[in-house]
């Protein structure tokens, strides 16, 4: 399949195929996010007396849904080459053989099955945002943390580990689906951030009906399976409570971090400070509780309307202080707001779509902190930033 379109400046002077192969080098596969050049996706490169290139590129897998997306970055970087006529791309498709030396260049020498972020050295800061219960907001909460520490620069990827109640692709605008390499999967990235999920190998809205040790092996493929190239932060959405998953993460991923979600209530608080206590259990460290649904401001007056009660958040840190011997801080109380509702179903992070509005300005300040906390890990070996402090 070949495809031409014009340049926008037409030269005279003959066309330096070193800068064609420069210009090339600054194309991104949309989903490995590394060069094309380097990938070995370029099969060739011919170019006329006249002006015209032509450039084949392979494609991963057959039906590969960013082939427009690669098509039109070739065409647009070599376009501005000087004295590019006409641009023509043909695509062609990976044997089995480029495949496998693909997903070996890839992995970097890791094993398959090996998780990445459990390697010693690994520099990813791994968040397991947890909930005691169902309906406290956790997913949203996730998604606009991950959001905004993209909008902030760092390199982000969310999984999905709420296998029952997926809910991320929607709350992050994920159009796209993953793609297959060999043994490896592409996750689609949306908003800057990389996701995956178990509602994207789902039909439609079907309901997973899996025991245990299902749920075990798809967080296992998501971690070692899927290509997430060097992350600075990896979240974990988990399903609510301390069951299957939450066990497995503490498996798969002794040095995930947890951060408990609540809201204001003692009922749900009580709920919660269970959750954090498996901590205790797994020796994972607790980085602090996110107090959601924490109050509506007044639309006529202003004044804060404590719809589900006060103090739920500081009274779960405190007991998690208390049980684990470390201070637990609340690293935010993020009011009511229908923007962040609308931000959800919309599929645009309230801290994108509104950053200045009462949620967004504290999801922002929260994942700030995480930003910060993050950065500082690559700094540990030189003392600048502590581990456990922001």
Request: aromatic share 2%; net charge negative; glycine share 12%.
């Amino acid at each position: 399949m070949a495809s031409e379109t014009p340049s926008a400046g037409v030269g005279t002077a003959p066309v330096d195929p070193r800068a064609v192969q420069s210009a090339l080098a600054t194309v991104q596969d949309p989903e490995i996010h590394r060069p094309i050049t380097d990938l070995g996706m370029v099969k060739s490169v011919e170019i006329d007396e006249d002006g015209a290139v032509r450039v084949a590129v392979y494609l991963t897998v057959a039906g590969c849904p960013m082939r427009e997306t690669i098509t039109s970055r070739v065409r647009e970087a070599v376009g501005r080459v000087p004295g590019v006529a006409s641009v023509g791309v043909e695509l062609d498709v990976m044997s089995d053989e480029q495949r496998r030396e693909l997903a070996a260049s890839l992995r970097g020498g890791q094993a398959e099955r090996e998780i990445p972020f459990a390697r010693p050295g690994s520099l990813t800061r791994v968040y397991a945002v947890a909930s005691g219960k169902g309906g406290v907001g956790k997913s949203s909460v996730t998604v606009n943390l991950a959001a905004a520490m993209a909008a902030d620069g760092l390199k982000v990827g969310v999984v999905d580990a709420d296998i029952y109640g997926h809910s991320v692709p929607r709350m992050l605008g994920v159009t796209d689906s993953p793609t297959q390499v060999e043994n490896m999967i592409m996750p689609p990235t949306a908003r800057g951030v990389k996701v995956i999920s178990i509602g994207m190998f789902t039909p439609g809205n079907s309901p997973v009906v899996w025991r245990g040790p299902m749920l075990h092996r798809a967080l296992q493929q998501f971690l070692a399976d899927v290509y997430w190239g060097d992350l600075d932060v990896l979240l974990l959405d988990l399903p609510p409570g301390t069951g299957d998953v939450a066990i497995s993460v503490a498996q798969l991923v002794p040095n995930a971090e947890i951060l408990i979600v609540t809201t204001p209530q003692q009922a749900a608080a009580e709920v919660a400070e269970r959750a954090g206590t498996i901590a205790t259990q797994t020796n994972q460290q607790i980085v602090g509780v996110i107090e959601n649904m924490s109050g509506m401001p007044c639309p006529h007056c202003g004044e804060m309307v404590d719809v589900f009660g006060t103090g739920g958040g500081q009274t779960v840190a405190d007991a998690l202080t208390r049980t684990t011997g470390t201070r637990v801080p609340v690293l935010g109380q993020v009011p009511i707001d229908v923007r962040l509702r609308e931000g959800g179903d919309d599929g645009t992070p309230v801290v994108l779509s509104d950053p200045s509005s009462p949620a967004g300005s504290v999801l922002r300040g929260m994942a700030g902190k995480l930003t910060r906390r993050s950065r500082g890990l690559s700094g540990m070996s030189l003392g600048l930033t502590p581990r456990n402090k922001f």
